[in-house]
């Protein structure tokens, strides 16, 4: 059965510095992959997503994540955060023909 | 374009009771999912619809939990009896197709006492 291991619950960070949450999948076969935010008091929405083609996806707010096969990764990155990234951030995983999989999420702190 | 719509948004009700929530999806969307969200938890996919028919249910405690999506809409999540560990945030969401953007509602806080 597939999974997903978000490693972090919580990341702090200071503000304008970079950041990475990691997210690790188990799975033999090709694999759909989300990031999907949830901002205080808001309902969650998609960041980006990796269904086929360019490994390194971009997505809203200056966010990116690259899928990395060999490694069973797909990160989450930015090179310099804000304030207003303050949120919990969730990744998750889907086969074709199966239910997709959110992990249990890391939290993101900004320290000014 | 209007979102996916919730209601109630919270929800207190003691064990052993009934309890139903309702979802109106985006229109045009034909996939519809109903999640559960434990606290400190990600969410978890208790039932997936496209139009009115039920793609994925295997996580759904089939004894206490039911939904179902008439006219390929609309939906209601029910839960009879309801149990403690039940208390959690129950999300709607939809899509135009199975592994497009998911839109979420903002969710039905459910506490059971």
């Known amino acids: 059965a597939q999974s997903v291991t978000q490693l972090d619950s919580q990341v702090p960070v200071f503000e304008e510095a970079p950041v990475e949450l990691r997210c690790n999948y188990s799975?033999?076969?090709?694999?759909?992959l989300f990031w999907y935010v949830q901002y205080p008091n808001q309902g969650l929405q998609l960041l980006l997503k990796?269904?086929?083609?360019?490994?390194l996806v971009k997505g809203i707010n200056g966010f990116e994540a690259e899928f990395n096969k060999s490694q069973t990764s797909f990160h989450l990155r930015k090179p310099s955060v804000h304030i207003s990234d303050t949120a919990e951030y969730f990744c998750?995983?889907?086969?074709?023909?199966?239910?997709?999989?959110f992990g249990k999420g890391t939290r993101l702190h900004i320290l000014p | 374009e209007a979102g996916v719509a919730q209601s109630p948004r919270y929800k207190i009700i003691e064990k052993r009771q009934s309890v139903a929530f309702w979802c109106n999806p985006i229109?045009?969307?034909?996939?519809l999912y109903w999640y559960q969200q434990i606290l400190g938890q990600g969410p978890k996919l208790l039932i997936q619809?496209?139009?009115?028919?039920?793609?994925?249910d295997s996580q759904l405690p089939k004894d206490r939990f039911s939904a179902e999506r008439l006219k390929g809409v609309d939906s209601t999540l029910k839960i009879q009896p309801a149990k403690l560990e039940d208390s959690a945030v129950y999300l709607c969401?939809?899509?135009?197709?199975?592994?497009?953007?998911?839109?979420f509602g903002p969710g039905t806080r459910l506490t059971v006492l």
């Open positions: 969401a939809s899509s135009v197709g199975q592994f497009d953007t998911q839109y």
């Open positions: 799975s033999s076969v090709s694999v759909y």
């Open positions: 990796y269904l086929s083609g360019s490994t």
């Open positions: 998750a995983v889907a086969h074709r023909d199966d239910k997709i999989i």
């Open positions: 229109s045009g969307h034909a996939t």
């Open positions: 619809f496209q139009n009115n028919g039920v793609v994925d």
